[in-house]
């Protein structure tokens, strides 16, 4: 019953997930997304794995740090023990990564990269997202026992079909043992983790700053990743750089009181992370036939995603001013 009742923001979530990791970001153009298997294999793996990320941050009484460290173990799971490209020297995303940063087979800069971009794009994002659309839910758990249990078990054999069907590839024993170890730790953070950032005592910036704070974060985390190497020949380095940005962000955004954030200043966040991509998305279609796959399509993606996010802003605008018209008569 309780997934009935709530099933709008779990089917919000199924699809958003993936639509943000993989449809916006053009990792899987419209061509791939729109394709039913496909489509059915990313909602079972990213939605289902959204959702459980979150049933266990609400029942563990946690919130914000909790979900950012689960779904950094997320990420170990999907790119380490699922796809396996950590480790897969020929991953067809790898390009100069294949090789930079790549020692005892291992992909290193990669991996770093990837399961920092599952936990903010693929998991927070989504997550936070929801619940603000559907805030008179966002304090409760959306599933019961056995739609749990069922989650789970799509999730997992989900993971079982594309790590033995997607590739041919099969990393060593010790590399799997690796990211259960890794996953193990993040859990077990996750589970011991703070509900809260540490709060400063300053207002939050304004929305304008926080969107600027959020496209330059997400244009900062391209370039340490993608350029950075063909600049730089130590990955050590990079991998250094990738960490300073991850400290300098947690040292900024603590610096506020956030519950003196109205739901615009979280949209505003958000909004500016995922700009990057609405630009982006045009000039990936018109570089169509430079692509192994098939952009077209991705310019509506964009526009679609900006008129979504438009439209929020709009309605919590107006769920703001309700207060205080109801005050004034």
């Known amino acids: 019953m309780i997934l009935l009742r709530n099933r709008k923001p779990v089917l919000s979530l199924l699809i958003l997930s993936p639509a943000i990791a993989e449809l916006l970001s053009g990792s899987a153009p419209p ?62 995303d790898l390009g100069i990564l294949g090789v930079y940063g790549r020692w005892l ?36 758990t959306w599933l019961g026992r056995k739609s749990l249990l069922l989650f789970s078990a799509l999730f997992i054999l989900t993971s ?9 590839y099969q990393p060593y024993f010790w590399q799997y043992a690796l990211c259960f170890f890794l996953i193990f730790v993040l859990i077990f953070s996750s589970y011991k983790a703070p509900k809260t950032f540490s709060i400063g005592k300053l207002n939050p910036p304004s929305r304008k700053k926080l969107l600027f704070f959020g496209f330059t974060w997400t244009f900062s985390f391209f370039i340490i990743y993608w350029f950075t190497p063909y600049l730089l020949q130590s990955p050590l380095i990079t991998i250094e750089i990738g960490i300073l940005q991850i400290f300098l962000t947690i040292y900024y955004l603590s610096r506020f009181d956030w ?26 279609e018109l570089d169509n036939p430079n692509r192994p796959d098939d952009t077209t399509g991705m310019s509506i993606v964009g526009v679609l995603f900006l008129i979504f996010f438009l439209f929020l802003w709009k309605r919590f605008n107006r769920e703001l001013l309700l207060p205080r018209k109801s005050q004034l008569s």
Not at 45 to 66: A, H, M, Q, T
Request: charged share 15%.
């Open 31 to 92: 061509s791939e997304f729109f394709n039913p298997l496909g489509f059915l294999f990313l909602v079972l793996f990213y939605g289902c794995g959204s959702v459980l990320i979150r049933e266990i941050v609400k029942r563990w009484d946690k919130d914000i740090p909790s979900i950012i460290l689960l779904g950094a173990a997320y990420g170990v799971w999907e790119e380490g023990v699922v796809v396996k490209s950590f480790f897969d020297p020929n991953w067809v």
């Open 105 to 140: 087979d291992v992909n290193w800069v990669w991996a770093f990269s990837l399961t920092i971009y599952h936990s903010i794009f693929s998991i927070t994002i989504p997550i936070v997202l929801v619940e603000l659309i559907f805030d008179e839910h966002s304090s409760s």
């Open 160 to 168: 079982i079909l594309l790590n033995a069907f997607l590739t041919a």
């Open 259 to 284: 519950n003196n954030a109205d739901k615009n200043h979280f949209l505003a966040l958000i909004f500016g992370l995922l700009s990057l991509f609405m630009l982006l998305a045009p000039i990936q």
